[in-house]
T-cell receptor
Framework: GQNIDQPTEMTATEGAIVQINCTYQ??????LFWYQQHAGEAPTFLSY????GLEEKGRFSSFLSRSKGYSYLLLKELQMKDSASYLC???????????FGAGTILRVKS | EPEVTQTPSHQVTQMGQEVILRCVPI?????FYWYRQILGQKVEFLVS????????KSEIFDDQFSVERPDGSNFTLKIRSTKLEDSAMYFC??????????FGSGTRLTVV
């Protein structure tokens, strides 16, 4: 089975940096994904990690440690439009399905 | 940028009725998926489809669910006899490789 944990809610200030953590326990591992989801909309792809280390893409970075079953998403220079739910999802070794965490609601305040 | 298109955006149906949710995946993609999200809950995998057959399905995807790729472009999810607990947002997704999934904008299904 697979279990994915992330904080329920976070609040941060416009212009600041925020780190959203995700821990997972899986029977196999073949990649970790971060998605952004605004209320009532589809998840949109942010990042993908399959090897240990940091992946940087503009204001967003994602880190993975497979030995610790741990990932984080780092958002820099926060903007009001970054207020959304951030979903951590893991793909197991068998098949292509994604198993999602419950998501972290990020509120950016001015 | 290519996108996954879903219709309708909203569907209200009576309990016990059949519904068909439609999706047009990105044209050169090879893997197709259905996920659902009950209001306030996590996104859940339903089924994956590759090479004209189901490659994996979850325990949610019981006998009342079926998927079909009737032609080269559409990918449908049928719920035979809807129940109140089927009310959710249903997302179609497609991918060319084993990552880079693109989700559609979803169909909000309300069963009354």
């Amino acid at each position: 089975g697979q279990n994915i944990d992330q904080p329920t809610e976070m609040t941060a200030t416009e212009g600041a940096i925020v780190q959203i953590n995700c821990t997972y326990q899986t029977s196999g591992f073949n990649g970790l994904f971060w998605y952004q989801q605004h209320a009532g909309e589809a998840p949109t792809f942010l990042s993908y990690n399959v090897l240990d280390g940091l992946e940087e893409k503009g204001r967003f970075s994602s880190f993975l440690s497979r030995s610790k079953g741990y990932s984080y998403l780092l958002l820099k220079e926060l903007q009001m439009k970054d207020s959304a739910s951030y979903l951590c999802a893991v793909r197991g070794r068998d098949g292509n399905k994604l198993v999602f965490g419950a998501g972290t609601i990020l509120r950016v305040k001015s | 940028e290519p996108e996954v298109t879903q219709t309708p955006s909203h569907q209200v149906t009576q309990m016990g009725q059949e519904v068909i949710l439609r999706c047009v995946p990105i044209s050169n993609h090879l893997y197709f998926y259905w996920y659902r999200q009950i209001l306030g809950q996590k996104v859940e995998f339903l089924v994956s489809f590759y090479n004209n057959e189901i490659s994996e399905k979850s325990e949610i995807f019981d006998d009342q669910f079926s998927v079909e790729r009737p032609d080269g472009s559409n990918f449908t999810l049928k719920i035979r006899s809807t129940k109140l607990e089927d009310s959710a947002m249903y997302f179609c997704a497609s991918s060319l490789t084993d990552y880079g999934y693109t989700f559609g904008s979803g169909t909000r299904l309300t069963v009354v």
